[in-house]
């Protein structure tokens, strides 16, 4: 066993934690990363599978997320824009295939209209509660205790409007079924992205990917810190008092002046807290789960696609991979698709054999793309639900009435104790944007409360 003193030890070596220790270096402190996996990213991974470079985990950056642009500026990574050429395919409850462009999916003149309407009610309402603190706006609670979907249900009649502007919060980024999320959450997530309408334009909020994939962030971060990341280190103990903190992993011990929690939230109470935390974090914690989705990638010689004028943009609530991407890597002539099935979707495949789970998927973009989509040269399904140290995607979000009721204490410290995670952002929720911004922000207050 290895003890070793540092000022500052992080927990978690993914883009929050990271960033949180390379600050804290850039401030003069010393800092240790302990990290459970034997590879540093957490939810940002690329791997190459049967000759192919995939994208596990996170990899788009919008415009907006200047965070993570400065970071990429700083590393010096260079991005490229994700192919949209041509029309994209949507397809309906009848299962008929349109062909449309823009944002608006090729729906009837009416079903348009309250498409349309409901985005405006959905800008004004982000515009009024802001990204800073939803909980503190005087309808939090209202918009709280009220499911996406009937809060839906009460705006509009139109079942297929309902269902397309269910889906760009529920299966598409909180990635839970419409009735187990609020109304306040669908809000919060679209103000993280600035407005309601952002989250609707693919083109804005896919816009680009790094060459060499988004993990190379957390990769070059830590290169940095070269000896102060420490893998196969899963911590199990902190032990803490006013001034002080020994945390406990499995190879090591490091005695620190303060911590940073760097992990999903939903795994907090996997590390033993000694004396045990405070029954507002006891409580909180375990109002906070992650969502479940299986990012689907599929392989092809070519991207078949675009000679039939097709950017590979689809879209469809009715479909089991209910949004699909042009994912082909930067000067690839392979073509790749990327689809997503999400949460009670993903539960049904998961519980059909692997050939089965397949067929399905494939026969789904094959309704977007055509027969040719169907024979891929790779395959594969990111599994995040197995991995241990993750165990769901994307990310972690409240049950109904948590946000109005937690939010506020979302972030506070306990003690020596610090949280750092996208999934605790403002901006950028739920993105490495956010893990990004919560990491600068941990680190700037510990630097500050050790400097007073
Ligand atoms: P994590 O990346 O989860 O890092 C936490 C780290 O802590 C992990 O390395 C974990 O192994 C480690 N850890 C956990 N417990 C312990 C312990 N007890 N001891 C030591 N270490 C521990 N974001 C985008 O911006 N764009 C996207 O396109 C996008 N797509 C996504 C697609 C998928 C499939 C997934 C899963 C996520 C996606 N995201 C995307 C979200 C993004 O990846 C995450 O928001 C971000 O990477 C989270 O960073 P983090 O550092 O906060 O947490």
Redesign the pocket.
């Known amino acids: 066993m290895t003890d070793i003193t540092r000022d500052v030890v992080i ?7 990271l960033t949180a220790a390379n600050d804290l270096v850039k401030a003069g402190k010393t800092v240790a990363v ?4 034997d590879r ?5 991974w690329t791997r190459e599978i049967d000759g192919a470079m995939l994208e ?6 919008s415009p907006d ?1 200047d965070a ?1 642009i400065g970071t990429l500026e700083e590393l010096g990574l260079e991005t490229y824009s994700r192919y949209r050429e041509g029309d994209s395919v949507y397809v309906d409850a009848a299962g008929a295939l349109t062909t449309f462009t823009g944002e608006i999916f090729p729906v009837s003149a009416e079903t348009q209209r309250e498409m349309e309407r409901l985005i405006g009610v959905l800008d004004e309402l982000v515009a009024e509660i802001g990204i800073a603190a939803p909980w503190e706006h005087p309808r939090a609670k209202e918009l709280d205790t009220v499911s996406w979907k009937a809060w839906l249900e009460a705006q509009t009649e139109d079942q297929e409007a309902r269902d397309n502007i269910g889906l760009f919060i529920a299966e598409a980024m909180l990635t839970k079924p419409s009735h187990a999320i609020s109304a306040l959450q669908a809000v919060q997530m679209a103000a993280s992205a600035g407005s309601f309408s952002n989250l609707v334009d693919s083109d804005f909020i ?1 816009d680009k990917r790094v060459i060499g994939g ?1 993990q190379s962030v957390p990769v070059a971060l830590a290169e940095k810190l070269g000896d102060d990341v420490f893998l196969n ?4 103990r902190i032990e803490h008092d006013d001034d002080s903190v020994t945390v406990v ?1 499995d190879g090591m011990t490091v005695s620190a002046k303060r911590v940073i929690v ?3 939230p939903n ?1 907090y109470s ?2 033993d807290f000694q004396p045990a935390l405070p029954r507002r974090q006891h409580q909180m914690h375990q109002h906070l789960s992650l969502g479940l ?1 299986i ?1 689907v990638h599929a392989v092809y010689d070519r991207p078949f696609w675009r000679e039939a004028g097709l950017s590979g943009t689809a879209f469809s609530p009715y479909e089991t991979v209910h949004e699909a991407y042009d994912n082909t890597n930067h000067a690839d002539p392979k073509g790749t698709l990327v689809g997503f099935v999400s949460d009670e979707t993903a539960d049904g495949l998961f519980a059909l054999s692997d050939e089965e789970r397949k067929q399905r998927v494939l026969t789904s973009l094959s309704h977007y793309y055509g027969e040719q989509a169907l024979t891929p040269e790779v395959y594969y399904e ?1 599994d ?1 639900g197995t991995e241990e ?2 165990r769901g ?3 972690a979000s409240f049950d109904l009435g948590g946000l109005s009721r937690y939010g506020a204490d979302l972030r506070t410290p306990v003690g020596v104790i610090h949280w ?4 605790l952002a403002a901006e ?1 929720f ?6 990004i911004r ?2 600068r922000e941990t680190a700037a207050a510990i630097v500050s409360d050790l400097n007073a």
């Open positions: 927990v978690g070596a993914g883009a929050s934690g302990l990290e459970a996996r540093v990213g957490g939810r940002l596990i985990g996170g990899q788009w950056v997320q993570l896919l988004l280190q899963p911590v199990r992993a760097a992990v999903p795994l996997r590390i989705v990012k990111s995040w140290w993750t995607a994307y990310a750092s995670c996208s999934d950028g739920q993105h490495v944007d956010g893990a919560v990491g």
